[in-house]
């Protein structure tokens, strides 16, 4: 939480928003630097999807943070197929604070 603000605090200013932003947290775990951190330093027209492979992840953060401009869905950034599952979505932002180094197969 504390690296996830950190980090936020030094690049938002940086980031360029347009309206209706659509932004993807991957490796949301719980949904809590989604929902604490990351959602609230976006324009408050944009949207948000929290993605973990963790189903238990997913349905805890859903019950806890989901609203109407923050959803979580499963997601396996190794996988293959994520877009059949996504209905081939499209993310003005993409965030992701400690997952990128469990994954093995990082191509
Ligand atoms: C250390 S937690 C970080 C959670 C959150 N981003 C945070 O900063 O508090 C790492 C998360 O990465 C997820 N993860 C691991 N491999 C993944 C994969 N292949 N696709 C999506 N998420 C993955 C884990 O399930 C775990 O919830």
């Known amino acids: 939480m504390r690296d996830a603000v950190e980090i936020v605090e030094a690049f ?3 980031l360029a ?7 993807l947290d991957i490796g949301c775990g ?3 630097v989604t929902a604490q951190v990351i959602l609230p330093i976006l324009p408050p ?5 929290g993605s973990d492979i963790s189903e238990s992840m997913i349905k805890f953060a859903n019950d ?5 401009r923050l959803k979580f869905k499963q997601m396996d950034i190794v996988s ?8 081939e979505e499209t ?5 992701s604070f400690y ?7 990082q191509q």
């Open 64 to 68: 806890e943070y989901g609203g109407a």
């Open 99 to 105: 997952c990128l180094h469990w994954i093995q197969d």
């Open 45 to 49: 027209d944009a949207t948000i999807i």
């Open 91 to 95: 993310f003005n932002k993409i965030f």
């Open 30 to 32: 719980p949904g809590t």
């Open 80 to 87: 293959k197929d994520i877009w059949d599952k996504w209905n």
């Open 12 to 14: 938002k200013g940086q």
């Open 17 to 23: 928003w347009t309206s209706e932003e659509r932004v």
